[in-house]
């Protein structure tokens, strides 16, 4: 597609539950992040890859949090046992370059998780 | 470590009015700063950048910010407001060549009142 697609747009989840968050980069971008925003605050960076290595997971909350991308361009978030503070949106962005964060990043709609 | 203020979490101006969305940054490293725009049920995108060169930059829709590194500030100007730019703008910083992450600021949600 033209922009990066994120998926699903809402989810509802149970305390406890196991949830997946995909996100489809634009094609050929080598870079790729993920963003939890939570209500009335700017995006928090949670994890950054460069083709298929995860190079940086320092933003990753807990152990319970969890990404992968293993061919370079679909990337999964997945949270483990969500708990009500994980509501948010997670949002997805990728980037042409290899520069981390210093060329413009294009992101996705994001995907607001609500846990019960 | 880097950081970044908005100050203002709601700005409201009149059409043709000037905008001016403050943010302030802190940062260990000679900084790159940028502006994001969110428009409703849209993703974020990009406004304009700082990296080196020339202080003041130029945007999209006719937005600006000049780089003040005695202010520590990258302030967001537009001479005329326009109804289109009602949303929401974020300021962010990144550590310069190589960092992997930006920090953002809280936002500052602009009403355009006609």
Known sequence: GAGVSQSPRYKVAKRGQDVALRCDPISGHVSLFWYQQALGQGPEFLTYFQNEAQLDKSGLPSDRFFAERPEGSVSTLKIQRTQQEDSAVYLCASSSGVAGATGELFFGEGSRLTVL | ?114
């Open chain 2, 1 to 114: 470590a880097q950081s970044v203020t908005q100050l203002g979490s709601h700005v409201s101006v009149s059409e043709g009015a000037l905008v001016l969305l403050r943010c302030n940054y802190s940062s260990s490293v000679p900084p790159y700063l940028f502006w994001y725009v969110q428009y409703p049920n849209q993703g974020l995108q990009l406004l304009l950048k700082y990296t080196t060169g020339a202080t003041l930059v130029k945007g999209i829709n006719g937005f600006e910010a000049e780089f003040k590194k005695s202010e520590t500030s990258f302030h967001l100007t537009k001479p005329s407001a326009h109804m289109s730019d009602a949303a929401e703008y974020f300021c962010a910083v990144s550590g310069g060549t190589g960092a992997n992450n930006l920090f953002f600021g809280t936002g500052t949600r602009l009403t355009v009142i006609p």
